[in-house]
Nanobody, 122 residues
Framework: QVQLVESGGGLVQAGGSLRLSCAAS????????MGWFRQAPGKEREFVAR????????YYTDSVKGRFTISRDNAKNTVYLQMNSLKPEDTAVYYC???????????????WGQGTQVTVSS
């Protein structure tokens, strides 16, 4: 099992940028496909982006395409989410998670971090 810890959240003005990090430990990180999800107040947790174990395949939800970039460094056991041109509707708690295969399904992700708050002011 892999343990995940997110960092990098904060308060930013609309149009600004943040980079989230997710550090993994406890198992062989490079075996896992990784994803980012987010949950806004009163809403369900939703898929944001995923990346394959080999770093050669990424996928994004439509609302963040062209603004967010997911990447990973297997040597550092870390996955990143670079978020540019942030909008108030991006405000949420962001979670990273690991899965055995490339998927957008929340229930396919077996390990989750504790989340990091991102707040975008207008």
């Amino acid at each position: 099992q892999v343990q995940l810890v997110e960092s990098g959240g904060g308060l930013v003005q609309a149009g600004g940028s943040l980079r989230l990090s997710c550090a993994a430990s406890g198992h062989i990180f490079s075996w896992y496909h990784m994803g980012w999800f987010r949950q806004a107040p009163g809403k369900e947790r939703e898929f944001v982006a995923r990346i394959s174990w080999s770093n050669d395949n990424t996928y994004y939800t439509d609302s963040v395409k062209g603004r967010f970039t997911i990447s990973r460094d297997n040597a550092k056991n870390t996955v990143y989410l670079q978020m540019n041109s942030l909008k108030p509707e991006d405000t949420a708690v962001y979670y990273c998670a690991s899965a055995g295969g490339p998927t957008v399904r929340r229930d396919a992700y077996s390990n989750w971090g504790q989340g990091t708050q991102v707040t975008v002011s207008s």
